[in-house]
Structure formats: C-alpha cells, structure tokens
C-alpha cells in the first residue's frame, strides 16, 4: 500500500506560478509510474502529466508542456508539478496518483493509477 501526500498549491494571479508536491510512504516509490490529474468544477477529471519511475520519460497533455514541468526526486520519494504562466482556466483540484508497471512506461488513463493523492486545490484569479 503506497501512501501519497500532496502539499502546495493555494491562490495565484494569472500569469502567477506554483508549485505541487506528491511525497511517497514507500522507498520502493521508484518503481512507480506517477500522474498528475485535475478535474475542475463541473467538468470530468483531466491527465495534466505523468512521469516514469526512474523520472527519464515525461508525457504531458496537449500545451501543458510550455507550462507545467513533472520531476521527481526518489531519493525523497517526491514527485513535483510545476506549473507557470497559470491560467483562470487551470482552477481545478490537482491529484497525484500512483501505479506498479511491469516495464517504465507512461499512460494517461487515470484508471491504471492505483494510489491516490487527497487533491489540492489551486485556483487562478483573473
């Protein structure tokens, strides 16, 4: 069972820059693939970014990659969104999520992911 705890996020302007964190409660966490999800007021929940285990392979969804950057740091079990140039229309509750992949790999289908971050909140002002 891996624990994920999610920390960051907050209140931003447009154009305002934050940070999330997802740390792990296993040192096996490594071996995970790790997402990063939101879902927005009223909408369904969205692939933000993923990252391999060993972190060398990144997937991010459409142009999230000029703003968002996925890392991660095993040696302190924690895997990072960071997110610049934010938007009002990137107001959501964020969520990590883990899952054990046979070979590193990435998907974007949230129903892989097994372990689940509690959600934070970051919401953009106009």
């Known amino acids: 069972q891996v624990r994920l705890v999610q920390s960051g996020g907050g209140l931003v302007q447009t154009g305002g820059s934050l940070s999330l964190s997802c740390a792990a409660s296993?040192?096996?966490?490594?071996?995970?693939?790790v997402g990063w999800f939101r879902q927005a007021p009223g909408k369904e929940r969205e692939f933000v970014a993923a990252?391999?285990?060993?972190?060398?392979?990144?997937d991010y969804a459409g142009s999230l990659k000029d703003r968002f950057t996925i890392s991660r740091d095993n040696a302190k079990i924690t895997v990072y969104l960071k997110m610049a140039s934010l938007k009002p229309e990137d107001t959501a509750v964020y969520y990590c999520?883990?899952?054990?992949?046979?070979?590193?790999?990435?998907?974007?289908?949230?129903?892989?992911?097994?372990?689940w971050g509690q959600g934070t909140q970051v919401t953009v002002s106009s």
């Open positions: 990252v391999t285990g060993s972190g060398r392979a990144t």
């Open positions: 296993e040192r096996t966490f490594g071996a995970y693939t």
């Open positions: 999520a883990a899952g054990r992949a046979l070979t590193e790999g990435l998907t974007r289908n949230s129903a892989w992911y097994v372990y």
